[in-house]
C-alpha cells in the first residue's frame, strides 16, 4: 500500500490523472521507470560530456606550444649578451622547437629581420608559432613583445649592439677620484666590484687624486664637493638597475656622466677643506675587575659595523688614574667600563638618533654610553654601590662530612 501511495504521489507530481486517462497501475510504473531512465541517461550524457570538455581543456594546457626560434647574432662582439643561454633558457618553457636558425646581423636575412621587426638590441632571437598560449604568456610579458604574431626577445642586456648605429653599447669606463690620505674613507674600488658582480661590463678603469691635475680637472668640471667620489661614463644608462637607484646616490649629468656625491661618513668636504666623520674614542676601564665586560670587544664593533662610525683614534683610561677620576667626576659617570666619543660624531644621524637611549649628550658635545642594559647581560661595576652587576655567585663546594 506504501508503494502505491508513493507512485499516485509521483504521478499526482506528473500531472497524470490516473482516472480520466484509464491508465493501469503496471502501466504508470513503466512509464515512470521510463522517465527515470531517461532523465537519468541525459544527465549523464551532460556530466560526461563537461568531464570530456575538461580534460580536453587540460591536454591542450599541457600540450607544449609548437614554435620556430631565429637567433640574430654579431660575431664580432666578444662580450656582447649571451643570446645562446637566454635561448636555452626559453627552451626551459614547456615547448616544441620544430626548427632553429641563425642570421648573422650583418647578412641579408639578418638585416631583413631586425627591419621587419623593429629590433634595437643584437643579438637577439625571435619565436613564431604558437607563442599565445597560456603556458607561454608570463614569460613572453616579462621578456619581450609580440610583433606581428612573432615574440621578439627585448630584455637584451648590455653589452649589445645597437641596431640603428652599429655601435657596442654598454662598455664602461670607471674614474675613482681618491683622497690617499683618508684611508678610512669610503673605498670606491668596492662600489666598482659590485658593480662588475651585477654584471656591468667596465672594461676601463682608473683613479686620479682628488689634488692632482686630471683629478683637479674633474672636480671643477663636475662641480664636485665631496671625494673620494666615481664617475661612470655615460653607458651606464643602458644598465636599469644603476639607472633606476642612481637617484639617491648622485647625479647624471648633461654629458650623460654619473658622478657620485651622497657620500657616507668619513669623507673629506673640499668646501670646508676636512675630513668630516672621523671620531676620537675613550674607552673607560676598571683594571679590578676582571669579569667586566671588554668595551673595545663589545662596543667598538658595533660603531663600526652597525653605524659606519670612522675612528680617528681611540685610548683606554683607567678609573684609577688621575684622568679617570676626572672623567668621572666632570660627567657624573656612575657604571664602568663605559666609552665616551668625541663630538664630531654627531654627524653620523643614526647614531645620533638612538643615543638619547643609551647614553647622554655633554654640554662640550662629548656621547657618554651610561645604559648598560642595553648590551643585554654585559658584567660592569655600579661605581654608586662599588657592586660587580651581572656577575653569577659561585656557590661554594660542599665539604667533605667529618667521621
Do not use: H
Not at 490516473?18 to 522517465?35: C, G, M, Q, Y
Not at 672623567?327 to 643615543?355: A, H
Request: proline fraction near 3%; charged fraction near 25%; aromatic fraction near 8%.
Amino acid at each position: 500500500m506504501k508503494m502505491k501511495k508513493v507512485i499516485f504521489n509521483i504521478v499526482s507530481w506528473l500531472g497524470i490523472k490516473r482516472e480520466k486517462l484509464n491508465i493501469s497501475w503496471p502501466k504508470i510504473i513503466l512509464a515512470i521507470a521510463l522517465f527515470t531512465t531517461v532523465t537519468g541517461a541525459l544527465f549523464s550524457t551532460k556530466t560526461l560530456t563537461e568531464v570530456n570538455k575538461n580534460i580536453a581543456v587540460a591536454k591542450e594546457a599541457a600540450r607544449p606550444a609548437t614554435v620556430k626560434i631565429t637567433k640574430i647574432t654579431a660575431s664580432d662582439c666578444q662580450d656582447c649578451f649571451d643570446v645562446d643561454t637566454a635561448v636555452a633558457n626559453f627552451k626551459k618553457q614547456n615547448v616544441k622547437v620544430e626548427e632553429e636558425k641563425t642570421y648573422s646581423l650583418n647578412s641579408a636575412e639578418g638585416s631583413s629581420l631586425v627591419k621587419q621587426f623593429s629590433i634595437k638590441r643584437i643579438p637577439t632571437y625571435i619565436v613564431s608559432g604558437e607563442i599565445t598560449k597560456n603556458n607561454l604568456e608570463t614569460f613572453v610579458k616579462n621578456n619581450g613583445e609580440v610583433i606581428n604574431n612573432t615574440f621578439v626577445l627585448t630584455k637584451v642586456a648590455p653589452v649589445f649592439i645597437d641596431a640603428e648605429s652599429k655601435r657596442e653599447v654598454g662598455r664602461i669606463t670607471a674614474t675613482i677620484i681618491a683622497d690617499p690620505t683618508c684611508t678610512q674613507c669610503l673605498d670606491p674600488k668596492l662600489t666598482v666590484a659590485g658593480l662588475k658582480k651585477a654584471g656591468v661590463n667596465v672594461t676601463d678603469q682608473k683613479e686620479v687624486a682628488w689634488n692632482s691635475s686630471e683629478g683637479q680637472r674633474f672636480i671643477n668640471q663636475y662641480k664636485i664637493t665631496k671625494i673620494p667620489s666615481l664617475l661612470l661614463s655615460s653607458d651606464i644608462d643602458f644598465y636599469d638597475s644603476v639607472k633606476s637607484s642612481w637617484v639617491s646616490i648622485g647625479t647624471v649629468e648633461q654629458d650623460k656622466t654619473y658622478v657620485l656625491r651622497n657620500l657616507s661618513l668619513p669623507y673629506r668636504d673640499l668646501e670646508k677643506n676636512q675630513v668630516l666623520g672621523l671620531v676620537d674614542l675613550l674607552y673607560l676601564t676598571d683594571s679590578t675587575c676582571s669579569d667586566c665586560y671588554k668595551a673595545d670587544i663589545v662596543q667598538k664593533p658595533i660603531l663600526k659595523q652597525g653605524y659606519g662610525v670612522g675612528i680617528l683614534s681611540e685610548r683606554t683610561v683607567d678609573i684609577s688614574s688621575g684622568e679617570g677620576k676626572s672623567l668621572i667626576d666632570k660627567y657624573k659617570i656612575t657604571k664602568v667600563p663605559t666609552i665616551l666619543l668625541s663630538p664630531e660624531v654627531e654627524q653620523y644621524t643614526n647614531l645620533k638618533n638612538v643615543w638619547k637611549g643609551v647614553g647622554t649628550v655633554e654640554s662640550d658635545g662629548w656621547y657618554v654610553f651610561r645604559e648598560m642594559q642595553q648590551l643585554q647581560g654585559v658584567i660592569y661595576r655600579d661605581l654608586v654601590t662599588n657592586q660587580i652587576v651581572g656577575k653569577v655567585a659561585v656557590t661554594p663546594a660542599p665539604s667533605e662530612t667529618k667521621k
